[in-house]
């Protein structure tokens, strides 16, 4: 038997063009398919196409849960497709494509290389270039690729003054990830150092580079990851970004410089321009130079012109920099030593550049540019022989990066002081942990290699397609058939009940969407995020009071927008869900140092909160975007946190308040881990870690623990449980109560739901209906059960989809309707009966006008949207 499943592309059509393959990630029912072997695609007409397919997890049976799925660049992508998995037959093997054009890669000791059958490159295996040469048909387009960057040694305040040092990326290893038919993947890692032998500065912003090829392919797309490593006291970024030489052999007229505005619009220019002049060379001649193509003979032209070209300035250096979300600036000069001259500016360039002659060259069109500013784009020599490309992912005309803590203690210098502080800013300041060494930041550009000056058409079509590039994906519906991720279900507004709820997690979105907007919530290391809190006093988010600033995952807004995908299929959300997601796991999470594998609690600056937590760097956050696009960076902050469970040995995460803190003394036999945020985190870590790789670590720390939660007494409501860190098991011997608010907000609900039906252990289930059960139920029914009434109960909206998952598994309508009706009792500052508005407030009480809505002031967004989502999914029948 073969089943098809139909896949569609995220925007709503398909591109005009895949200039560099397209890759997506799909799951499979359990036992299903046995493997990536037996997946093939076809198009809409049922024609196979070339594909290749590996795993991306397997269910506990062994049988393919999620597989990644690439295919090769097309100039006519069809509007859907088909993947099917095969039985095996002959009739099956009958249905595969014929195999095509491949990319190859050959390995020698010293180099790969790959070539996609339309293009070319050469990648050392050691040494300070990514890349030595990259050809297209056989032409150089480009060579010598390289990272650099500047460090500044201080951010002087005044008339001071400050000093730069050049720096260049020197590769350290490369290893071939795939190596095709239809894609290939080669991993480059490195780190700065100084360009001069007889500097003081160490080595320091570590990376790693990944280069994409697919056969068929003009065009390459490279994802640059680094890990920030320096003193904050000292170390100031001042540039970073990767440089390119171009060849260049026409003639000065026949070089052309190209870079992207907005909105569609672009600079096209010619290293020395032909239009404009007191004597007309002659209209043809003008109009190649327009368009990109060769001019005629010289000897052509009007010879008032052609006998002149000598007294014509020759534009070789060019630079757009975009210094903030709103506006760029483009400026040119003849030559080092000339002025500058102006050029044009705008609002929002689309970050992408190219340069090139009648015979070759290279475009660099770098995703998410305005909204990561500064960045800037740089053409440099375009008069020489060999010119240069640079793409700033920092700007170094901007100011230089500051990472430094924003205040001074405080005087915060005591548990007690500390505790007092978060009584009032809702900061948990700690000295020494607002330090940002060991942060990342990840960024995606595509290189084009042409073979001529492309028409401005198709070079805007590049533009776009680097900055949004197209992706597949199955339906949600499809989807949610085969049982992944847990409780939830398609967009459905049958009922007027059901159509209330969905405007309501619409206006949710599209308010939240907005507020990215009106706020600028842009910028290098902030964007992705949203904030915590609302000032209704000031009509601002709290971006400057302590813990109500960035949010930084609080209440789960990263699982918020995923289910919101999961169930609608925009691409508005996708593309929301996938900045927090880079955000998320990059930025709000050490990469290095001694907190590795943890997160920062919601602060002014992302890295500020001394709370450095595993509810923050959860693969419970991260796992979607994997899992649907197979991106390969994803997984690794996802291998990263496989031993996470160590941390607990060298930070204890409720080390201010803990009850036994004049008693407990962490050590590998008995380390106090929390079984909410704690067991949760390490819960989807394990699991999704099991699942990529068949770990039986592991598989036997998840199991393990879920048999000793089923095993204590109170199961989850014991609160927390001392932990061997050497045999990944729990002591059951603990009787305690201990419920806390936040113990299911931040992935446990999820996780454990997909555990019930994952694997079988009657006695972990039954411990995790308990906690559902009784979270929301009255005193009197809590007594019962356990003898005592539970403190600490909050967030009683977002905890009625604990009551829901009791209800659906025990077939018990009287706790649906207490869950609805909690739901609805619950809502502080969220009302599923109350109708949601939107207040315009206009200067000059705000600088610019924006828009605030007076049931939304918190992060409980995320949780109401959970809950809406869960509920609906596990009771919706129960809805009145």
Not at 178 to 192: D, I, K, M, N, S
Not at 251 to 276: C, K, P, Q, S, Y
Not at 525 to 547: A, L, P
Request: net charge negative; aromatic share 10%.
């Amino acid at each position: 038997m073969t089943d098809s499943t139909l896949i569609r592309w995220i925007d709503g059509q398909a591109p005009a063009e895949i200039s560099g393959g397209t890759t997506w990630g799909m799951p499979f029912a359990r036992g299903s398919v046995p493997g990536a072997e037996a997946l093939s695609v076809a198009d809409a007409a049922g024609t196979p196409v070339p594909s290749q397919a590996w795993p991306l997890a397997t269910w506990p049976d062994g049988s393919l849960k999620w597989a990644g799925i690439a295919l090769p660049a097309t100039d006519a992508p069809s509007g859907t497709y088909q993947v099917t998995a095969d039985d095996g037959t002959p009739e099956a093997a009958g249905r595969r494509a014929p195999g095509g054009a491949a990319v190859t890669v050959t390995e020698e000791a010293d180099a790969l290389t790959v070539d996609t059958g339309v293009l070319r490159m050469v990648i050392n295996r050691r040494g300070s270039t990514l890349f030595s040469s990259l050809s297209r048909d056989g032409r150089p387009v480009a060579r010598d690729a390289r990272l650099v960057s500047l460090l500044q040694d201080g951010v002087p305040e005044g008339s001071g003054t400050a000093g730069r040092e050049a720096f260049t990326g020197e590769v350290t290893a490369v290893v071939l990830e795939q190596t095709g038919p239809v894609r290939a993947v080669v991993r480059l890692e490195g780190v700065h150092h100084p360009d001069l032998p007889d500097s003081t500065h160490r080595g320091w912003l570590p990376f790693v580079v990944r280069l994409y090829f697919h056969a068929n392919a003009r065009s390459v797309r490279m994802v640059h990851s680094f890990i920030w490593d320096g003193d904050p006291e000292q170390d100031f970024l001042a540039g970073l970004g990767v440089r390119f030489s171009v060849p260049l052999q026409a003639e000065l007229h026949d070089r052309h410089v190209r870079i992207a505005g907005a909105d569609g619009g672009f600079l096209t220019e010619a290293v020395r321009g032909l239009t404009g002049l007191r004597r007309d060379p002659g209209a043809d001649v003008r109009d190649a130079q327009i368009a990109g193509r060769a001019t005629p003979p010289a000897e052509d032209w009007n010879p008032e012109v052609s006998g002149r070209l000598h007294l014509i300035p020759a534009w070789g250096d060019y630079t757009l920099t975009q210094l903030s979300a709103d506006g760029f600036e483009l400026r040119k000069r003849t030559a080092p030593g000339h002025g500058w001259v102006g050029i044009s500016g705008g609002t929002r360039s689309a970050g992408f550049c190219s340069l090139s002659d009648t015979r070759c060259g290279l475009g660099v069109g770098i995703k998410d540019f305005w909204q990561s500013h500064p960045g800037q784009l740089d053409i440099r020599g375009a008069a020489s022989g060999e010119g240069t490309l640079t793409a700033w992912l920092f700007s170094p005309e901007a100011r230089p990066m500051d990472l430094r803590y924003y205040h001074d203690g405080l005087g915060q210098d005591t548990f007690e002081e500390q505790l007092e502080g978060l009584e009032i800013t809702y900061e948990d300041y700690e000295p020494g942990f607002g330090n940002p060494a060991g942060i990342a930041r990840t960024h995606e550009l595509t290189l084009f290699a042409y073979d001529a000056t492309p028409s401005t058409e198709s070079l805007a079509a590049d533009a776009a397609a680097a900055s949004a590039p197209s992706l597949l994906q199955a339906t949600p519906q499809y989807l949610h058939s085969v049982g992944v991720f847990g409780d939830w279900d398609p967009v459905d507004r049958s009922t007027p009940a059901r159509a209330r709820l969905e405007d309501q997690l619409d206006f949710l979105f599209d308010f939240y969407a907005g507020q990215v907007e009106q706020r600028r919530w842009y910028g290098f290391w902030n964007y992705g995020d949203v904030m915590h809190t609302y000032d209704f006093d000031r009509h601002v988010w709290r971006y400057d009071v302590g813990g109500y600033a960035w949010d930084n995952s609080e209440l789960s807004p990263d699982l918020w927008l995923w289910y919101s995908y999961l169930r609608s299929g925009r691409a508005d959300i996708f593309r929301f869900a996938e900045a927090m997601t880079r955000h998320t796991g990059e930025v709000d999470v050490y990469h290095l140092g001694p907190w590795k594998g943890l997160g920062s609690r919601h602060n002014v600056q992302h890295w500020g909160c001394s709370a450095k937590q595993l509810r923050i760097s959860t693969p419970a956050y991260r796992r979607f975007y994997y899992y649907l696009t197979a991106d390969e960076r994803t997984g690794d902050l996802l291998s990263e946190l496989v031993d996470s469970d160590r941390n607990f040995l060298g930070l204890d995460p409720v080390r201010k308040v803990r009850p036994d803190a004049a008693t407990y003394r962490p050590n590998r036999g008995a380390l106090g881990v929390g079984l909410g945020t704690d067991w949760g985190s390490l819960a989807a870590t394990w699991l999704t870690d099991w699942e990529r790789t068949g770990n039986p670590w592991s598989r036997d720390r998840l199991l393990g623990t879920m048999a000793d939660i089923g095993a204590l007494k109170y199961g989850f409501l014991t609160g927390e449980a001392l932990y061997d860190l050497d045999k990944g098991r729990f002591d059951t011997g603990r009787e305690q109560i201990q419920v806390s608010h936040l113990s299911a907000v931040f992935g446990l609900v999820e996780i454990c739901s997909e555990l019930v039906d994952l694997v079988p252990d009657a006695d972990f289930e039954r411990a995790w209906l308990q906690y559902c059960k009784l979270f929301l139920a009255t005193k009197e029914e809590q007594v019962e059960a356990v003898g005592q009434p539970l403190e600490g109960i909050y967030l009683t909206q977002a905890h009625s989809r604990l009551t829901a998952y009791a209800a659906a598994r025990l077939q018990d309508p009287g706790l649906a309707a207490r869950a609805w009706d909690s739901f609805t009792e619950g809502g502080e500052h969220l009302n599923h009966g109350s109708a949601f508005t939107l207040q315009r407030i206009e200067p000059p009480h705000v600088l610019l006008p924006v828009d605030e809505a007076p049931t939304v002031s918190t992060n409980d967004t995320a949780q109401f949207g959970l809950a809406v989502i869960q509920n609906l999914a596990l009771i919706g029948e129960h809805l009145h």
